[in-house]
């Protein structure tokens, strides 16, 4: 075992064979403690290979620890707010930049506060940068890099952080602490904050209070001490180091053999997300490979870079499970499928990477009337029928029904136009997934007939939400002044109906022969453990 060259940590995280090198480990590969030095190595001789990789440096590839799993999870969003930290560089997390008066901390907190200065700051420009100008008198441009919380398992873990930038301007931390900086340089160390300031808030905050409008400042970036360019770098698959994941949440992966992206897919817009907006650069961060490097990987309404999702799912082995937003145009739908068959192919260009498949599915809970997709559906389905009192349950079943045929279609032709395996074929890298759920039989049944789920379906996802999970135990019985006790109760009354419900949906499967998988199932799982425990469910 070789040391670590980070204070208080043990060795090199296996995963990262490039991180070994000379008998030590970059120290941000570093991630036991003293204490667990036993239970990690960092083999300089033989890099410990997960999800198949040969690479430089390794003798042989190692079969990753989730090849056989049939466990899935589904990823947090994307965002400062997260408790995942799905990237190196925190700015990538980012929402986006908004306007604040120089000096004024609380009023301006949001860009939709005063929407007359953040044109005047931005000029019209995408928030998702800096400035591109000189800032106007009296003004700042502000952005969340870590909002909120208690500095969590993983920030907590790094004493500091260094945030670089270019251009000609001047930075400054309005939550937070700065640690030291240089006299004209483009660099300062910097600490978030954990307790909450005279505004209540927690986490870092930058502010740009001066930049010149011939060079602007630009490529502000934020990543752990230790951790610079070339140390983001060797994490990275990718030929874009801004793309690299952070390694430890990449090991926190390992026991997944699916990963669901449906919270980083932009699902929460009512309005139609037009094509020729959409995948714009300056307007959504879609364009990995020509991705300005200031722009953040999230792109708020409009999801996660699909070349991000598939780079994931082959740095952790997984395949990746992608929710489609319900309200793309048929010229974002082609896109995005275009973009995932090329993302594919492009990661699957070594021999020693892992297999990967794309579950596909369109939109989510079109069943549930509290969601998005399920008032898109009822909307659609009803101006398709000229009936404006067409009934909500048989409008959504139908319309996704339809959607969902009309998704994996345009999946199955861009995978075929990219030269990947089509669906009949045992090596077709491409599943299409009907959402369904367990409260409504009748309605699943009616999309399934909708979807011609015998001929075009591979899976049938049931959304297992026993107990009306999600952190939402009110609306068992629609009363917000339930005790642990009454959800427990109400919870124990509802599981007996379980085996019943499931019942048909596997007769369903079954009579397709199609398999049948299930989501939203931890919570449940939880609760129904706390109940068999007796300890309550709030």
């Known amino acids: 075992e070789a040391p670590c060259d980070a204070p208080g940590a043990g060795s090199c995280l296996p995963a990262f064979c490039a991180a070994c090198e000379h008998g030590t480990c970059a120290p941000f590969a570093c991630s036991c403690s003293a204490d667990d030095e036993a239970d990690c190595a960092c083999r300089p001789s033989r890099c410990v290979c997960d999800a198949g990789w040969g690479g430089d440096g390794c003798d042989e590839p190692a079969a990753a620890p989730n090849d056989a799993s049939a466990l899935g999870v589904n990823l947090s969003p994307v965002s400062p707010a997260s408790d995942e930290w799905q990237f190196t560089d925190l700015m990538l997390r980012a929402r986006g930049w908004f306007a604040q008066r120089s000096g004024v901390y609380g009023a301006w907190d949001e860009p939709w506060a005063d929407a007359d200065l953040?044109?005047?700051?931005?000029?019209?420009?995408?928030?998702?940068?800096?400035?591109?100008?000189?800032?106007?008198?009296?003004t700042a441009a502000a952005v969340w890099v870590i909002e909120g919380g208690d500095g969590g398992a993983w920030a907590a873990a790094y004493d500091a952080f260094v945030v670089t930038w270019e251009g000609t301007g001047a930075l400054e931390v309005r939550v937070g602490e700065v640690l030291g900086s240089g006299r004209g340089t483009h660099r300062m160390r910097v600490r978030p904050s954990w307790t909450p300031d005279a505004a209540g808030r927690t986490g870092l905050l930058l502010r740009i209070i001066r930049t010149d409008g011939a060079d602007p400042v630009t490529n502000v970036r934020v990543v752990p001490e230790g951790a610079d360019a070339d140390g983001i770098a060797q994490f990275s698959r990718a030929a874009d180091e801004r793309t690299a994941f952070h390694p430890r949440f990449v090991e926190s992966?390992?026991?997944?053999?699916?990963?669901?992206?449906?919270?980083?897919?932009?699902?929460?817009?009512?309005?139609?997300v037009p094509s020729g907006d959409a995948?714009?650069?300056?307007?959504?961060?879609?364009?990995?490979?020509?991705?300005?490097?200031?722009?953040?990987?999230?792109?708020?309404?409009?999801?996660?870079?699909?070349?991000?999702?598939?780079?994931l799912g082959v740095a952790a082995g997984a395949d990746v499970w992608v929710?489609?937003?319900?309200?793309?145009?048929?010229?974002?739908?082609?896109?995005?499928?275009?973009?995932?068959?090329?993302?594919?192919?492009?990661?699957?260009?070594?021999?020693?990477?892992?297999?990967?498949?794309?579950?596909?599915e369109s939109g989510d809970a079109a069943w549930?009337?509290?969601?998005?997709?399920?008032?898109?559906?009822?909307?659609?389905?009803?101006?398709?029928?000229?009936?404006?009192?067409a009934d909500a349950g048989l409008a959504s079943s139908l319309w996704h029904g339809d959607r969902s045929r009309d998704v994996w279609v345009a999946f199955e032709l861009a995978f075929l136009d990219a030269g990947l395996p089509g669906v009949g074929s045992p090596d077709s890298p491409l599943v299409r997934v009907l959402g369904a759920a367990t409260d409504d039989v009748e309605w699943t049944v009616r999309a399934a007939t909708a979807a011609d789920v015998a001929v075009?379906?591979?899976?049938?996802?049931?959304?297992?939400?026993?107990?009306?999970?999600?952190?939402?135990?009110?609306?068992?019985?629609?009363?917000?002044?339930?005790?642990?006790?009454?959800?427990?109760?109400?919870?124990?009354?509802?599981?007996?109906?379980?085996?019943?419900?499931l019942r048909p949906f596997v007769e369903l499967a079954r009579a397709s022969d199609l398999r049948l998988a299930s989501y939203s199932t931890g919570a449940a799982l939880a609760e129904a453990d706390a109940v068999r425990r007796g300890a309550g469910a709030g």
């Not at 399920?374 to 009803?382: D, G, L, N, P, S």
């Open 118 to 138: 953040q044109a005047a700051v931005f000029g019209g420009g995408d928030a998702r940068r800096p400035p591109a100008g000189a800032l106007p008198h009296d």
């Open 253 to 272: 992966l390992a026991p997944y053999g699916v990963l669901r992206f449906r919270h980083w897919a932009g699902l929460d817009a009512d309005d139609v």
């Open 279 to 311: 995948l714009t650069v300056t307007q959504a961060a879609r364009g990995v490979a020509t991705l300005p490097a200031e722009d953040a990987a999230q792109g708020g309404a409009y999801g996660v870079a699909p070349e991000h999702i598939v780079r």
């Open 323 to 360: 929710t489609v937003p319900h309200n793309a145009d048929s010229g974002l739908l082609e896109l995005l499928a275009a973009r995932f068959a090329a993302a594919v192919v492009a990661e699957s260009a070594s021999p020693s990477a892992p297999a990967l498949r794309v579950w596909v």
């Open 368 to 389: 549930d009337a509290a969601s998005p997709t399920h008032r898109w559906a009822v909307k659609a389905r009803r101006q398709q029928l000229g009936d404006p009192d």
């Open 456 to 501: 075009e379906c591979d899976v049938i996802a049931v959304d297992t939400t026993f107990c009306r999970s999600r952190g939402l135990p009110s609306r068992l019985q629609g009363s917000l002044a339930m005790s642990a006790a009454e959800v427990a109760q109400a919870c124990t009354a509802e599981l007996g109906s379980v085996p019943g419900r």
